[in-house]
């Protein structure tokens, strides 16, 4: 059974770009969670979402950021028009269900680096 | 506002000592707090804490809750190299987990 994966692993963009950060969760899970851990700070979450559906999306920035979690295929975080400051580790985790006592599981996040 | 604090930010201990990591919180809605540790990559689940008073355990590592005075510790006996890490405390309030800045514990051969 994978654990939850995330693509791609390093990626660099120079500003203005678009960055595309991809989840899959793991098998059996409908519930993703995006969250940011900028250098030298602890996580912050960002979104919630499951199967075609932003549960709570209280943690994206207003302009550039979105998600999605289609009803085929991983979960998508898309950062358009990137700054210097977008730049970041990003982890994606997966629960198996709704409920606040479930643990969730971390993929190995994507390490976005703006130029 | 919800607020998670973890104290120290960073801790440097030798082999074999004992530690103990702290977390305050303030949330709106308890249910449930997590600790984590997060060496290179993507952090890794230790203990899950929904009631008062009920100690956790793993090995060298252990945990426990007070809702009454909102915190919890994170206890690792005997330290290793391999102890060295980010320790993150999380609070679920309910969808999502409000993260404190971690404890970086470094242990010294």
């Known amino acids: 059974n994978a654990g939850v994966m995330q693509n791609p692993r390093h990626l660099v963009r120079r500003r203005g770009q678009e960055a595309r950060l991809r989840c899959s969760p793991m098998k059996g899970h409908s519930h993703v969670y995006w969250y940011r851990q900028l250098p030298e700070e602890g996580l912050k979450f960002m979104v919630y979402l499951q199967k075609e559906n932003i549960i709570d999306e209280s943690g994206m920035p207003k302009e550039r950021f979105s998600a999605e979690f289609p009803k085929e295929g991983p979960s998508i975080l898309r950062i358009q028009q990137v700054v210097r400051g977008d730049s970041a580790a990003y982890f994606c985790a997966s629960s198996p269900g709704q409920g606040p006592l479930g643990e969730q599981f971390f993929g190995p996040g994507t390490r976005l680096t703006v130029l | 506002e919800d607020k998670v604090v973890q104290s120290p930010l960073s801790l440097v201990v030798h082999e074999g000592d004992t530690v103990t990591l702290n977390c305050s919180y303030e949330v709106t809605n308890f249910r449930s707090l997590l600790w984590y540790k997060q060496e290179k990559k993507a952090p890794t689940f230790l203990f899950m804490l929904t009631s008062s008073g009920i100690e956790k355990k793993s090995g060298r590592l252990s945990s426990i809750l007070d809702k009454k005075e909102l915190f919890s510790i994170l206890n690792i006996t005997a330290t290793q190299t391999g102890d060295s890490a980010i320790y993150l405390c999380?609070?679920?309030?309910?969808?999502?987990?409000?993260f404190g800045a971690g404890t970086r514990l470094t242990v010294k051969p």
């Open positions: 999380a609070v679920r309030p309910n969808n999502d987990m409000r």
